[in-house]
């Protein structure tokens, strides 16, 4: 069973700061990218930020020069820092994976956390 467990949301000020963790478990054969996606409240899911398993991050522009993404491999988890938030970047942050299972190691499958909650307001 995979799991992504995502953690450290919260309530910010604007301007302030955050960072979001996410690990991967499970009978895991190869984790591909790797990202985070956002809902606010009624609103569609949205892209935030991906990043390749070599590492090369893609970044929505609403967040770009703000939110950075990481990930270490070995480890199975993606991080988001999140600097200089603003009362849009309120939502549900929900973090992606796509990856392999050891049962199926040429089907890969997207799988999704259960989300965290990001508030930021003064």
């Known amino acids: 069973q995979v799991q992504l467990v995502e953690s450290g949301g919260g309530l910010v000020q604007p301007g302030g700061s955050l960072r979001l963790s996410c690990a991967v478990s499970?009978?895991?054969?190869?984790?591909?990218?790797m990202g985070w996606y956002r809902q606010a409240p009624g609103k569609e899911r949205e892209l935030v930020a991906t990043i390749s398993r070599g590492g090369n991050p893609n970044y929505a522009d609403s967040v770009k020069g703000r939110f950075t993404i990481y990930r270490v491999n070995a480890l199975k988890t993606v991080d988001l820092q999140m600097d200089n938030l603003k009362p849009e970047d309120t939502g549900v942050y929900y973090c992606?994976?796509?990856?392999?299972?050891?049962?199926?190691?040429?089907?890969?499958?997207?799988?999704w956390g259960k989300g965290t909650l990001v508030t930021v307001s003064s």
């Open positions: 499970g009978s895991i054969f190869s984790v591909n990218d």
């Open positions: 992606n994976a796509f990856l392999f299972q050891m049962w199926a190691r040429d089907s890969g499958t997207f799988y």
